[in-house]
């Protein structure tokens, strides 16, 4: 037995030599090797320097993107009124015809202005004659009184035919310009008077876009900023239009500035009251653009991995704004440096940094 015993402890200790041997070998870092060198994580200048794949920092104005729901006008409209009271005569258009400026729309009972213009050109021509005659006579026939009385009586004559003529065309709407007519508020016998509009006149060759703009984006605004317009119809018919004006004052309840757009409409296809998706970019101050896999984040917020004079920098950064694949950040990079995209999990502050396929150059503008 007891033999037994001491074979049982021999054994023991040699498999305990061994395991001992074998963990030091390899499986615990740093036992038994004495005399190893520093592990590729410790500090020292003698660390391995880590691969990565950079990118450069790209310098890009930052835009924000604003939409809002606009309301079409035309160019011009007008409401028309009769000048005179009347029977209408005659209605020379219909609803939504083109009609040229100085056009007759509308015609009123004209018998009585156009016997009242009969009898002032009759009475002209008869104060010309009379004065014709008393200049024509011999020397001293007539008083030079009686002359000066006919040229006043003449001039006289003269100012009531042309009140006859006015009295005549204002039996008469007219279009004060070219545009399309609406819906006519009169029909032949109808009895008229001034304070009544009987039509309406739209110039929609272009149409003026009415919307509504956040206070803060005045200052960034300005007249003649293109904008871009789509019917609601039609949304995928964007068009484009400029900003004509800004309005004077901020709206306190909504906080908002009314703004309009001039948006050509050459067809005549687009209507006053129709409504318009309008959108427009505005360009702030320049920012470093990097990729967005080169964001990483800590307990303090977002931070990049800068590589300068060969070795990782931590530098810290606050997102301004993300777009497809990029982010637009703001921090203490210089255009051109280099961010790095692959190899993050092995960067600590200071180690060096071998770069995989350095880029040539920066992104062409505009990538």
Request: aromatic share 2%; proline share 7%; net charge negative.
């Amino acid at each position: 037995m007891r033999v037994i015993g001491q074979v049982l402890l021999a054994a023991a200790i040699l498999g305990g030599a061994a395991l001992a041997y074998q963990f030091g070998d390899g499986l615990i870092p740093g036992a038994g090797q004495a005399g190893a060198g520093p592990s590729s994580g410790g500090g020292g200048s003698g660390r391995p320097a880590a691969r990565v794949v950079v990118e450069p920092v790209v310098l890009r104005s930052e835009t924000t993107r604003l939409e809002a729901i606009g309301t079409g006008e035309a160019i011009r409209s007008a409401s028309l009124h009769p000048d005179a009271a009347g029977t209408v005569v005659a209605v020379h258009v219909r609803p939504d015809q083109r009609v040229a400026q100085g056009d007759v729309l509308l015609e009123l009972d004209a018998r009585r202005e156009t016997l009242a213009l009969d009898l002032a050109k009759a009475r002209e021509a008869e104060a010309e004659r009379l004065l014709r005659r008393y200049e024509t006579a011999g020397r001293g026939a007539v008083p030079a009184s009686t002359v000066d009385e006919a040229r006043t009586a003449l001039e006289a004559a003269r100012i009531a035919r042309r009140e006859a003529e006015v009295a005549l065309e204002d039996r008469r709407l007219t279009a004060p310009f070219a545009g399309h007519v609406g819906f006519i508020d009169a029909d032949v016998g109808d009895r008229v008077t001034p304070d009544q509009s009987v039509t309406t006149l739209d110039d929609r060759s272009a149409l003026l876009v009415r919307f509504s703009l956040p206070e803060s984006a005045l200052g960034r605004i300005a007249v003649g900023k293109t904008v871009e317009i789509a019917p609601l119809s039609s949304p995928d018919a964007t068009l484009a239009g400029r900003l004509i004006d800004i309005g004077s004052q901020v709206d306190p309840a909504t906080r908002s500035v009314t703004v309009r757009a001039r948006l050509d409409n050459p067809d005549a296809v687009l209507r006053p009251g129709m409504s318009f998706a309008v959108g427009l970019d505005l360009t702030g101050s320049e920012r470093p653009l990097v990729p967005e896999i080169a964001v990483q984040w800590g307990a303090d917020g977002p931070f990049l991995w800068v590589v300068r004079g060969g070795e990782a920098s931590r530098e810290p950064v606050r997102i301004i704004q993300r777009r497809e694949g990029v982010v637009l950040v703001a921090g203490a990079l210089d255009d051109g440096e280099l961010v790095v995209v692959e190899g993050i999990q092995r960067m600590r502050e200071g180690i060096p940094v071998t770069l995989v396929d350095p880029p040539a150059r920066q992104p062409a503008p505009g990538s």
